[in-house]
């Protein structure tokens, strides 16, 4: 099973962009799908989850106001999208992936998929 993210770029403050992530699985069904972040000379940090069984929605405090995770209709791609973007949130984005009856957000850290990484500049 591989993850295929796409999305990120440059982008302007202020702007918005949308990262999405599939796998070569097929579609997503009782799985957990996560997005990290990590910013130059900084550690990785989460930034939304998503268990994709109940479509319970996790996003972090410091972009809770700006960001938003869905799912498309057929299930096979989930989608970060962050608005309102500042020089702050450029960084690699990373989708995660757990799959299974076990998959959670809980345990989204030790995610045993994990995309390439979309690279993602806001310009002030």
């Known amino acids: 099973v591989q993850l295929v993210e796409s999305g990120g770029g440059l982008v302007q403050n202020g702007g918005s962009l949308t990262f999405s992530c599939s796998t070569s699985?097929?579609?997503?069904?009782?799985?957990?799908i996560g997005w990290f972040r990590q910013a130059p000379g900084k550690l990785r940090e989460g930034v939304s989850c998503?268990?994709?069984?109940?479509?319970?929605?996790f996003v972090a405090e410091f972009v809770q106001d700006r960001a938003s995770i869905f799912i498309n209709k057929d299930r096979s791609t989930v989608y970060f999208q962050l608005n309102n973007m500042k020089p702050d949130d450029t960084a690699v984005y990373y989708c995660?992936?757990?799959?299974?009856?076990?998959?959670?957000?809980?345990?989204?850290?030790?995610?045993?998929?994990w995309g390439k990484g979309l690279q993602a500049v806001v310009s002030s």
């Open positions: 995660a992936a757990e799959f299974g009856a076990r998959a959670t957000c809980a345990r989204m850290w030790d995610a045993d998929y």
């Open positions: 998503m268990n994709t069984d109940h479509g319970d929605t």
């Open positions: 699985g097929g579609t997503f069904a009782n799985d957990a």
